[in-house]
């Protein structure tokens, strides 16, 4: 917002709202931030998105990184959004969001059963779910889905899959990103082969991570928010795809699992982290 002339506290206030942990409270703050004190909602994820576009349609509403806003009924088309909805979505086709699973499977042959962790709860991780599934079909690879829909649910997931899989893909899910860094810990110490949709957590020590580079997406968010408070209509205002992806590859981890990453994978990644 700064790249765009507003400086907080001088010509903008922001009223945050994290709801890590609180997510079944996403209607309530909804309904609160909806009582006429505010000229514009910004949501990122694809839960957060469904709350207050439920809670008014007065207010204008840009959401960050939701996922098939048409097919969910967030919009009535991604050129034209209709009513005070627009924003940016994630790439929902099949071959971006099957991509994670293709990476993990070149990076380590011999992964034949994929446990996948995804949250029932958050419409958006059921497309990747789906898109997941039918990519493993040509590759031969069993997809085992993990359902969490809680903090608590990360320890009974992996104590579910344990011995059961022999890589992990992890969908880029608000729940699952809070708790990135037990996902990552843990997949390290049973010696799993993990895949992230948020490069971060290939910081944090993950084998890869494959996505939207986030950055650059809540980047153009802002000229939306300044378009709208200027005085554009969100219905004018296309749905947005992401025009950049970004492949990080952690070859510490690789080496602490016993792999050689394939020389195709690290020509193509965007950051190798040695």
Do not use: C
């Amino acid at each position: 917002m700064r790249d765009v002339g507003y400086v907080e506290g001088r010509n903008l206030v922001i009223d945050y709202r994290w709801m890590a942990g609180r997510e079944h409270h996403y209607g309530d703050v909804a309904r609160e931030l909806s009582d006429g004190r505010i000229d514009l909602i910004v949501t990122a994820g694809h839960p957060p998105a469904l709350a207050p576009k439920a809670a008014t349609s007065q207010i204008p509403i840009v959401a960050l990184a939701v996922v098939d806003p048409v097919g969910s009924g967030l919009v009535a088309s991604l050129s034209h959004p209709d009513g005070n909805f627009t924003g940016l979505s994630l790439d929902v086709t099949p071959e971006a969001n099957g991509k994670m699973l293709q990476l993990l499977i070149e990076a380590d042959p011999a992964v034949t059963r994929v446990g996948v962790l995804w949250n029932s709860a958050n419409p958006g991780s059921g497309v990747y779910l789906d898109a997941v599934r039918q990519e493993a079909q040509p590759l031969r690879v069993f997809v085992e889905p993990y359902d969490v829909r809680h903090a608590e649910d990360v320890d009974g997931a992996f104590r579910a899959l344990n011995g059961r899989v022999e890589g992990l893909v992890v969908f880029p899910e608000g729940l699952l990103w809070t708790h990135r860094r037990q996902i990552v810990d843990t997949a390290q110490a049973a010696r799993l082969p993990t895949i992230f949709g948020y490069r971060d957590a290939a910081e944090l020590g993950a084998l890869m991570s494959y996505g939207p580079d986030l950055v650059d997406l809540f980047m153009r968010g802002a000229s939306y928010v300044d378009k709208i408070l200027k005085g554009a209509k969100p219905a004018d205002l296309p749905v947005q795809q992401p025009t950049k992806f970004e492949l990080v590859v952690n070859l510490k981890a690789a080496e602490a699992l016993g792999l050689r990453v394939p020389q195709s994978i690290l020509a193509r990644a965007d950051e190798i982290i040695e």
